[in-house]
């Protein structure tokens, strides 16, 4: 285990090496920053100076390695558009999108999870086929059109929930949630739904294709001819089986959840990291995007770190393999 | 010499097997092909040209569905501010969107499955090149390394095309190396290359041909996924010029209208790319389900 480990750390720190080096040339070398920082009346004399003073006069390793190391010493740079440092501004929003994401997660999990069981067991079942319907419906819909459907619905016809901001936020270790006030719930509603329907769906369908490939084993054939009750195969020989994919796809989409949360809190105005990524992206205040860009990788390479020791964990054979 | 006569009814025979007995996904098919045909044929039954601006008429802007326009026309689902109809808006937007999608996917299930063959038998260090870049673009969602490419290089369809084909490749690329590995530990190979034919005429005239079935069977998953993906960016403003809109760019013009109650500008493009994604994907999982023989082998019991 601990060699599997190592092999993965160093595999994973590779990954992001790469990744860094692929933003660093994406965003230093295709724009030019002086052009984008420099005013209309300066002269050639000013752009050099400027260049000289942001490093950009130095061979392009050396400028990795400046622009690496800052990042490593957290050193994000000042945004352009909102003039404070970087980190704080994402720090800041970055609990907005946790919130949502982590309640989204839970509804799709705990919603998924048993629908997909029922409609993998009762398969061809009036209920496992209405099931299919709706997933079907819910991962064709595009996240966007849910969420303007889902404002029309609730927000502008019924007017059961707001359909945009944060709402009251109350603090907690220093940190401001929205999910500790009733206001701030009922803001959290529709987007966390909105991020939860593709989810519920999702998990749907990977329980039942999990749950229809195990059922046929010979070990559940062999549970079965042993006498062993329904409800004690389900759960100890079937779910633990499923929860393999599953695992592996749920550390996935966790940050699958951040990315999508782009789009999600841009239609809902919920003040996360996505819509902060979005609006730079927009204002083209790029020291944002970068960072955002930067950490949002290490933030995947650190969550596929985690499921491949999870799976690790959960299967003993990868962890055996050569 | 192949035999093309027997093998376009191998095929036709195949194409019967997989949809005779399931009608939602024949409505699927049916579905999409109509969608195809209208995207194509757009310029010519479309009742008015969208991109056209001098002939926009401002008076005719925000009619709601079934009204007259000035002149004399009936716009059938409305009219959007500009005095654009929707319907044409939105046939125009369908052939933007399929075309971007089938572009991208072609595009990127090409590159995937050369590289993947080339993985499969050059081995060594190119395999290893190959299935790290794969595993790095797999670890990543595609929304994000769109919106990262776009951040870079800026929107457009061209800009568009290339972000979703970063999309594409990697899993397609992924599926040709597996299948291809296996095929290659055939017999047939071996004898091919004692006889001394060339390794690229190996990989085109009996890898390709022979290994390309599993990735087949994605490409309807991966055109819904496009057009998914599409129809977002544009929505989110950093896809598709404005003048030039895609289903996703018409909701997004609509959307602003909705909560005064002009509902037809988003509502219809909407309904419009939900039916477009999902004609595709019922056709897509009776092709799995089809393909995927644990699921064959439960009919059977």
């Known amino acids: 285990m601990i060699s599997y480990i190592t092999k993965r750390l160093w595999q994973s720190g590779l990954l992001a090496f790469i990744m860094s080096l692929i933003v660093f040339l994406g965003m230093y070398v295709v724009g030019d920053p002086v052009e984008m920082l420099s005013e209309e009346d300066w002269t050639e004399q000013d752009k050099i100076e400027l260049a000289i003073e ?122 401001e949630w929205a999910w500790l006030s009733l206001d701030g719930l009922k803001h959290m509603t529709l987007p966390a739904i909105n991020l939860a329907i593709y989810k519920i769906c999702m998990q749907q369908r990977l329980a039942k294709s999990g749950t229809q490939e195990i059922l046929y084993q010979e070990y559940m054939t062999f549970a079965r001819a042993k006498g062993i009750t329904r409800n004690r195969i389900i759960r100890r020989h079937l779910l633990r089986n499923i929860l393999i994919p599953i695992v592996t796809i749920t550390g996935l989409e966790v940050g699958g959840l951040i990315a999508f949360s782009t789009v999600t809190e841009t239609i809902f105005s919920w003040p996360g990291i996505g819509k902060l990524l979005l609006d730079s992206i927009h204002m083209v205040d790029r020291p944002v995007v970068v960072a955002y860009l930067i950490l949002i990788t290490l933030m995947f390479v650190f969550i596929n770190f985690i499921v491949d020791v999870m799976y690790a964990f959960l299967d003993p054979r990868i962890r055996h393999q050569k | 010499m192949i035999d093309y006569k027997k093998k376009l009814d191998t095929l036709s025979l195949q194409i019967k097997s997989i949809f005779s007995g399931h009608p939602i996904a024949i409505a699927g098919l049916i579905g999409f092909i109509i969608f195809v045909l209208t995207a194509l044929l757009a310029p010519w039954i479309a009742p008015q040209n969208p991109y056209d601006l001098m002939i926009l008429d401002i008076m005719d802007g925000l009619l709601p569905p079934l009204s007259k326009l000035g002149n004399g026309n009936t716009a059938w689902l409305g009219t959007d501010a500009l005095g654009r109809d929707i319907l044409s808006a939105v046939m125009y937007g369908l052939r933007l969107s399929l075309f971007v999608a089938f572009v991208a996917v072609s595009i990127g299930t090409t590159i995937g499955v050369i590289l993947g063959l080339l993985a499969a038998t050059k081995g060594g260090w190119v395999e290893s090149v190959i299935m790290r870049a794969v595993d790095l673009k797999v670890s990543f969602p595609g929304i994000l390394l769109a919106l990262m490419m776009l951040a870079i290089f800026g929107t457009g369809v061209d800009k568009i095309i290339y972000a979703l084909i970063i999309g594409v490749w990697a899993s397609k690329a992924r599926l040709t190396r597996s299948s291809a590995l296996q095929e290659m530990q055939k017999e047939y190979i071996d004898a091919a290359r004692i006889s001394g034919i060339p390794s690229w005429r190996i990989m085109m005239k009996f890898l390709l041909p022979n290994s390309i079935a599993p990735v087949l069977v994605m490409v309807p998953m991966a055109l819904s996924g496009a057009i998914g993906a599409e129809a977002t960016l544009s929505f989110l403003g950093v896809g598709v010029p404005i003048t030039e809109p895609s289903l996703g760019l018409l909701i997004a013009n609509g959307n602003d209208y909705l909560l005064s109650g002009k509902w037809w500008i988003s509502i219809f493009p909407g309904i419009i790319l939900v039916l477009l994604v999902l004609c595709i994907n019922v056709v897509a999982d009776r092709v799995r389900e089809f393909n995927n023989p644990y699921l064959k082998h439960q009919d059977r019991q």
Request: charged letters at 10%.
């Open chain 1, 54 to 175: 942001l490093g950009l006069d130095k061979p392009l390793h050396e400028q990795y390695l400046n622009f690496a190391g800052d990042i490593i010493q957290g050193d994000f740079g000042v945004s352009f558009v909102h003039n404070r440092p970087v980190l704080d501004l994402i720090v800041e929003r970055l609990p907005a999108t946790l919130e949502i994401a982590v309640l989204a997660m839970v509804i799709g999990l705990s919603i998924g999870i048993p629908l997909g069981i029922y409609s993998g067991i009762k398969n061809n079942s009036r209920g496992s086929r209405i099931i299919s319907f709706f997933s079907t419906i819910g991962y064709s819909t595009p996240n966007f059109w849910q969420a303007i459907l889902l404002i029309m619905v609730f927000a502008v016809f019924l007017k059961w929930l707001p359909a945009s901001g944060r709402g009251l936020t109350n603090s907690m270790f220093g940190i």
